[in-house]
């Protein structure tokens, strides 16, 4: 069985050998948000099966595929579906491509997903730009004799998400007459079931504004690794109890579809004038 570590190198590797650049942006694509992807000129397209020591990408509205290219004049590398907890993975897995993506030489990860609005000033299809975050998986990625190697395991976390170019999108988003963008509180749950009414109450009284199942141990390892970090959560729908009737993933995948134009026009802002 590889080493942890052999896994990175071997997966690193192997992207090498199909593009001769280093990208400094990447670009981790949430439920229902590939569109994105259609936007990559002069695209390299390598499935993750292809990939050695990678897992695969199972979830409806995640490919399961590593885009790269260029956008908006920058060479950026695009992944195109995530890894979750609650599909069984390790953590260290779920964060695996942070790691292969600084080991290719990225600097700033842009982050989205899809999740449950909280607040009640926030509707379904606003983009909320994550300002902080609550871990409430019961377990972190730096956990474990391997991570160490990557630096330190006692990461500072007071500002995960960087400020001045939260600050920066803020303008951006003005400029380009979007004006459904929110900032808020992410939280992390383990999934795959949704929350219950009174999980939910307990959420926004600890401060959370938006629910969802992934991007914290990304955004937990990136900070580990010093990278750059913007965090993009789509509100796909309200939460259990704020909203009415039930809650499935097909009304998540069909209203952050109609989200999608607002959010690759803030993408491309960002990828062309912020880094």
Same mark, same amino acid.
Request: a negative charge.
């Given at each position: 069985?590889?080493?942890? +570590?052999?896994?990175?190198?071997?997966?690193?590797?192997?992207?090498?050998?199909?593009?001769?650049y280093?990208?400094? @942006?990447?670009?981790?694509?949430?439920?229902?948000? =590939?569109? @994105?992807?259609?936007?990559?000129?002069?695209?390299? %397209?390598?499935q993750?099966?292809?990939i050695?020591?990678?897992?695969?990408?199972?979830?409806r509205?995640?490919?399961?595929?590593?885009?790269?290219?260029?956008? +908006?004049?920058?060479?950026v590398?695009? #992944?195109?579906?995530? #890894?979750? #907890?609650?599909q069984?993975? =390790?953590?260290q897995? %779920?964060v695996?491509?942070? *790691?292969?993506?600084? &080991?290719?030489g990225?600097?700033?990860?842009?982050? /989205?997903?899809?999740? !449950? !609005?909280?607040?009640?000033?926030?509707?379904?299809?606003?983009i909320?730009?994550? /300002?902080?975050?609550?871990?409430?998986l019961?377990?972190?990625?730096?956990?474990? *004799?391997?991570?160490?190697?990557?630096?330190?395991?006692? %990461?500072?976390? =007071?500002?995960?998400?960087?400020?001045?170019?939260?600050?920066?999108?803020?303008?951006?988003?003005?400029?380009?007459?979007?004006?459904?963008?929110?900032?808020?509180?992410?939280?992390?749950?383990?999934?795959?079931?949704?929350?219950?009414?009174?999980?939910?109450?307990?959420?926004?009284?600890? !401060?959370?504004?938006?629910?969802?199942? =992934? /991007? %914290?141990?990304?955004?937990?390892?990136?900070?580990?690794?010093?990278?750059?970090?913007?965090?993009? &959560?789509?509100?796909?729908?309200?939460?259990?109890?704020?909203?009415?009737?039930?809650?499935?993933?097909? +009304?998540v995948?069909?209203?952050?579809n109609?989200?999608?134009? +607002?959010?690759?026009?803030?993408?491309r802002?960002?990828?062309?004038?912020? #880094?």
């Open positions: 069985m590889e080493r942890y +570590e052999e896994r990175i190198r071997n997966a690193t590797d192997y992207i090498k050998s199909k593009i001769s280093e990208p400094k @942006i990447g670009i981790i694509l949430g439920s229902g948000l =590939s569109k @994105i992807a259609d936007e990559v000129e002069q695209r390299v %397209v390598i993750y099966r292809d050695r020591g990678f897992p695969s990408s199972t979830v509205g995640h490919k399961g595929e590593l885009l790269c290219g260029v956008l +908006e004049g920058k060479r590398i695009l #992944f195109n579906g995530r #890894f979750h #907890f609650y069984g993975y =390790s953590l897995e %779920v695996l491509p942070v *790691r292969v993506a600084a &080991s290719l990225v600097e700033l990860v842009i982050v /989205t997903n899809a999740s !449950g !609005g909280i607040n009640p000033d926030f509707k379904p299809g606003d909320m730009l994550i /300002t902080d975050h609550i871990n409430l019961g377990t972190n990625p730096l956990i474990g *004799r391997d991570t160490s190697n990557f630096g330190p395991i006692f %990461v500072d976390m =007071s500002e995960p998400y960087d400020r001045d170019i939260i600050e920066k999108v803020k303008g951006l988003a003005v400029k380009a007459k979007i004006d459904r963008l929110k900032e808020g509180v992410y939280t992390a749950v383990s999934g795959p079931s949704y929350e219950t009414k009174a999980e939910i109450k307990y959420l926004a009284q600890i !401060g959370a504004d938006a629910v969802g199942m =992934s /991007t %914290v141990p990304e955004v937990i390892v990136a900070n580990q690794l010093e990278m750059k970090v913007l965090g993009i &959560s789509v509100i796909a729908n309200m939460a259990c109890g704020i909203s009415e009737g039930k809650l499935s993933h097909s +009304e995948l069909e209203n952050v109609r989200s999608s134009t +607002e959010l690759i026009t803030l993408v802002e960002i990828v062309g004038n912020v #880094f």
